[in-house]
Nanobody, 124 residues
Framework: QVRLVESGGGLVQAGNSLRLSCAAS????????MAWFRQVPGQEREFVAG????????FYHRSVEGRFTISRDHAIDTLYLQMNGLTPEDTAVYFC?????????????????WGQGTQVTVSL
C-alpha cells in the first residue's frame, strides 16, 4: 500500500519561494513515476511536474518550467517541488501522486495514489 503525505505549503508574497515535500511509504518507491499536480476550486487537477524512477528524467508544465524544480531523494523516499518566483496564478492545492507507469503521464486519472494536498497561497 503506497501512502503519500505532503507538507510545506503556506502563504507567501509574489516573487518568493516555497519547497513542498511528499513523504512516501510503501513498495517500490524508487521505481515509481512521481508527479505534482495542483487544483483550484472549480477546475480540474492540473499537471505541474513529473519525475522518472531510477533514471529521474523530469518533465514540466510550460507555465512552471524554469521556475519550479522537481526532485526526489531515494534514501528517504521523499519527493520535492522547489518553487521559485511564485505568482498569484500559482495559488492552488498541490498534490503529489504516484504511478506504476514507465513514463511520466500528464493526466490525473493515470495516477493510482495521491496525497491529501497542501495549500499554497501567493499574495501580491
Amino acid at each position: 500500500q503506497v501512502r503519500l503525505v505532503e507538507s510545506g505549503g503556506g502563504l507567501v508574497q509574489a516573487g518568493n519561494s516555497l519547497r513542498l515535500s511528499c513523504a512516501a511509504s510503501g513498495p517500490a518507491f524508487n521505481y515509481r513515476i512521481m508527479a505534482w499536480f495542483r487544483q483550484v476550486p472549480g477546475q480540474e487537477r492540473e499537471f505541474v511536474a513529473g519525475i522518472g524512477g531510477i533514471d529521474e528524467y523530469t518533465f514540466y508544465h510550460r507555465s512552471v518550467e524554469g521556475r519550479f524544480t522537481i526532485s526526489r531523494d531515494h534514501a528517504i523516499d521523499t519527493l520535492y517541488l522547489q518553487m521559485n518566483g511564485l505568482t498569484p496564478e500559482d495559488t492552488a492545492v498541490y498534490f503529489c501522486a504516484s504511478s506504476s507507469s514507465t513514463v511520466v503521464r500528464l493526466v490525473a486519472a493515470q495516477y493510482s495514489h495521491w496525497g491529501q494536498g497542501t495549500q499554497v497561497t501567493v499574495s501580491l
